[in-house]
T-cell receptor, first 112, second 114 residues
Framework: ETGVTQTPRHLVMGMTNKKSLKCEQHLGHNAMYWYKQSAKKPLELMFVYNFKEQTENNSVPSRFSPECPNSSHLFLHLHTLQPEDSALYLC???????????FGQGTRLTVV | AQSVTQPDIHITVSEGASLELRCNYSYGATPYLFWYVQSPGQGLQLLLKYFSGDTLVQGIKGFEAEFKRSQSSFNLRKPSVHWSDAAEYFCAVVGNTGFQKLVFGTGTRLLVSP
């Protein structure tokens, strides 16, 4: 248990659906991250939030929309996804950017 | 920009044998270095980290890693592997100046044979 909780753990969605992934941490961390982990690819950093402000968007398609309403919660809103978006989506937090990151267990997303 | 190379995609080690997983980084100065482990279907767990000071760092589960500046390496070692160590291992680096973000290697999958 790392203190970072992601829900749901598994999600199957059609290409026309809209869904959201949720991440929550009560570690008092100020930085939160979304990573994408696909088979046979390195972990891809998608978004970084620092003190609720988005500080990095790694050329992520607009069908992925992050939201950070406060420093404890991070969402990833999904709409009109493609099958190649199927992956494990990992949330992480750290006291500040550059510190060790604590990861959630991930959401296994399957787009059909 | 910093980068990490883990040259071994898979490694198989007999239970009880020693282990060394390789990691090389590219960064202009001394970075912060990490090793994470991931069991199937799980998130990443931090094994150990190097920020400064003693170049041999001890981590959880009996792992250690040695920072070698001259070789730009941060190899992970364990003297005696247990079957439960079978997992994927990721080396990561973060620059200690400017905007800091973790950059991961591609991972090494460890298989443990009886």
């Amino acid at each position: 248990e790392t203190g970072v909780t992601q829900t749901p753990r598994h999600l199957v969605m059609g290409m026309t659906n809209k869904k959201s992934l949720k991440c929550e941490q009560h570690l008092g961390h100020n930085a939160m991250y979304w990573y994408k982990q696909s088979a046979k690819k390195p972990l891809e950093l998608m978004f970084v939030y620092n003190f609720k402000e988005q500080t990095e968007n790694n050329s992520v398609p607009s069908r992925f929309s992050p939201e950070c309403p406060n420093s404890s919660h991070l969402f990833l809103h999904l709409h009109t996804l493609q099958p190649e978006d199927s992956a494990l989506y990992l949330c992480a937090s750290s006291p500040r950017t550059g510190d060790e990151a604590f990861f959630g267990q991930g959401t296994r997303l399957t787009v059909v | 920009a910093q980068s990490v190379t883990q040259p071994d995609i898979h490694i198989t080690v007999s239970e009880g044998a020693s282990l060394e997983l390789r990691c090389n980084y590219s960064y202009g100065a001394t970075p912060y270095l990490f090793w994470y482990v991931q069991s199937p279907g799980q998130g990443l767990q931090l094994l150990l980290k190097y920020f400064s000071g003693d170049t041999l760092v001890q981590g959880i589960k009996g792992f250690e890693a040695e920072f070698k500046r001259s070789q730009s390496s941060f190899n992970l070692r364990k003297p005696s592997v247990h079957w439960s160590d079978a997992a994927e291992y990721f080396c990561a680096v973060v620059g200690n100046t400017g905007f800091q973000k973790l950059v991961f290697g591609t991972g090494t999958r460890l298989l443990v044979s009886p």
